[in-house]
């Protein structure tokens, strides 16, 4: 063992001893304590039953004394009456003898208990002062140790000729600097998850930005070669840099907004919302802009709200649509509310929403409504008859620019669910998803 090891060991050694000896010290206060308050609650008892068994009874209005009599060898206990006449005597040194044994006893059998958890709680004081002795010793080991010059150098040398683009780790072949080396090992390993994620980000932005550009690049070619003599080449190529540019402007909002979130200059505008009247307000503007599909309202507590052609609450698929029997109303007004930022919570249901009516066939039905959870949390539930998802997609549906097989075929970038998952977390939710492939898919943010 080295002299530092040795060193440290002892003075945790010292440590120890003097946890026990002050431990030690309050068990026997404590002894001490509770042997005089029995030993006062065994006189006082056997007293008044002495006194009750001669008088008939314990007659408080009589004055009491106790009497030193016989050069130290008695100890009366005295009742009188009013005149001073002695009714009840009684000599208390035979009793206090035989108490003082008693308590002897009791002393013996307690010093005898303490001894033997002295090991026991030996063992206890070590194993709590372990881990701070370990830090302890580490920290003694690092403030002795001495780098050389060649030490530094070593460690600049392995340094410089690592790749930030190959999965090598830092090996310095030297025990001395095994600790620099797991740490700065793990360092690398983050930096380069880090470096990927953010290469896989601009491949993915580029090639979703690199299509609508090149359309637009398309068109602009055709008109300016032939597209002005030809109307219906200039009205198609109109339609189509105003769709392109829509696509990409929209596309751009969506990375600004990811882009602010993880720099973290978004700031959430915390307020208590009512559930029920944002998911309403999804509901109705739902029908103004998607009139391919029958959306269905039903909200917590409330009477559900659908066209003339309403189906029964749960659909063919087996995920059924919120119980208004659930758990009492978390509003005081007999609502559904939360405390979160109102808009961003509209943005996250609006993503899912659109989501619902791009993946549904047209004439399917859409369902919106909100609940509580068992554990009485509140949640917004969209709902669609789609095309569902595997079970695979559902663990990557969150995931930046990631597009499951069967969606391919629809437009859209893949990021408008990173959007969602961000506003949610940022809430303190999660999410609930339920998909089969061909059947559909709902999806619950439970705040």
Not at 6 to 28: D, E, F, Y
Not at 124 to 141: G, V
Not at 153 to 174: K, N, R, T, V, Y
Not at 422 to 444: A, C, M, N, P, Y
Request: with cysteine; charged share 30%.
């Amino acid at each position: 063992m080295k002299k530092g090891s040795t060193a440290q060991t002892r003075r945790m050694t010292s440590i120890t001893r003097k946890l026990h000896w002050s431990w030690i010290g309050k068990k026997i206060g404590l002894y001490i304590g509770s042997d005089v308050l029995l030993f006062l609650m065994l006189m006082a008892g056997w007293i008044c039953d002495r006194e009750a068994a001669a008088l008939g009874g314990l007659y408080w209005k009589y004055p009491r004394a106790l009497l030193n009599g016989g050069a130290g060898r008695e100890l009366v206990y005295r009742v009188s009456d009013e005149s001073g006449k002695a009714l009840f005597t009684l000599n208390l040194l035979p009793a206090l003898q035989v108490a003082a044994y008693v308590l002897l006893a009791v002393a013996a059998v307690q010093i005898l208990r303490l001894f033997l958890s002295y090991r026991k709680e030996d063992k206890k004081i070590r194993d709590i002062l372990a881990p701070i002795n370990e830090i302890a010793l580490k920290a003694d080991e690092l403030s002795k140790m001495t780098f050389t010059e060649d030490k530094y150098q070593q460690i600049e040398d392995a340094i410089s000729h690592l790749s930030p683009e190959e999965a090598e780790l830092l090996s310095f072949g030297d025990a001395d600097l095994q600790g620099i080396e797991a740490a700065m090992n793990n360092l690398l390993i983050r930096m380069r998850d880090t470096y990927r994620q953010q290469a896989r980000f601009v491949d993915d932005a580029s090639h979703e930005l690199r299509t609508p550009i090149a359309v637009i690049q398309g068109y602009a070619d055709m008109l300016s070669r032939w597209g002005r003599e030809d109307e219906k080449v200039l009205d198609e190529s109109i339609a189509a840099i105003r769709h392109e540019s829509e696509h990409m402007n929209y596309l751009v909002e969506q990375l600004l907004f990811l882009a602010r979130g993880d720099s973290g200059k978004t700031r959430l505008n915390m307020e208590r919302v009512d559930l029920n009247a944002l998911m309403r307000e999804v509901y109705e503007e739902s029908f103004l802009i998607d009139e391919k599909h029958p959306y269905f309202l039903e909200l917590y507590g409330e009477p559900s709200a659908a066209d003339e052609n309403e189906a029964p609450a749960a659909d063919g698929n087996g995920m059924s649509a919120p119980d208004e029997n659930e758990a009492p109303a978390d509003d005081e007004n007999g609502g559904l509310a939360a405390d979160g930022d109102g808009a961003l919570l509209k943005q996250a249901v609006r993503i899912l929403v659109d989501n619902a009516a791009k993946y549904t066939r047209e004439g399917d039905e859409i369902r919106l409504g909100t609940g509580t959870t068992e554990e009485r949390r509140p949640y917004l539930q969209v709902q669609d008859a789609g095309v569902g998802m595997a079970e695979a997609d559902v663990s990557h549906m969150f995931e930046r620019f990631y597009r499951a097989d069967d969606a391919r075929g629809y437009q859209g970038s893949g990021l408008g669910l990173s959007i969602a998952k961000w506003i949610v977390d940022k809430h303190g939710g999660h999410f609930e998803i339920l998909s089969r492939t061909g059947l559909g898919t709902r999806i619950r943010i439970i705040l």
